[in-house]
Nanobody, 113 residues
Framework: QPQIAESGGGFVQAGGSLRLSCVTS????????MDWYRQAPGKQRELIAS???????FYDESVEGRFTVSRERGKNTMYLQMNNLQIEDTAVYSC???????WGQGTQVTVSS
């Protein structure tokens, strides 16, 4: 049974950093594009970063230059390194493997002033 789960959220002051992890199980490692989404209170869920099987990353302009998406083959893990976090980055962050319709449960990131 394919599964996906995020971890690494938490509280951080503005300007700080966090690294989120997304672990998949029950599927072949690294053969699918994967996405990071976030949903802020009262807002729609938005796609913020993607990574292709070859490692090519794509970013929404709201996070480009501050966030880095990567994947570690052999560990079935995708990461989202988030630097220079701002209050507006506060949201529930989820990872997704759209080709298989997989979604994680989400992890809360809260940025304070």
């Amino acid at each position: 049974q394919p599964q996906i789960a995020e971890s690494g959220g938490g509280f951080v002051q503005a300007g700080g950093s966090l690294r989120l992890s997304c672990v998949t199980s029950g599927i072949s490692d690294g053969f699918y594009p994967m996405d990071w989404y976030r949903q802020a209170p009262g807002k729609q869920r938005e796609l913020i970063a993607s990574i292709l099987p070859d490692g090519s990353p794509f970013y929404d302009e709201s996070v480009e230059g501050r966030f880095t998406v990567s994947r570690e083959r052999g560990k079935n893990t995708m990461y989202l390194q988030m630097n220079n976090l701002q209050i507006e980055d506060t949201a529930v962050y989820s990872c997704s493997l759209p080709r298989l319709g997989l979604w994680g449960q989400g992890t809360q990131v809260t940025v304070s002033s």
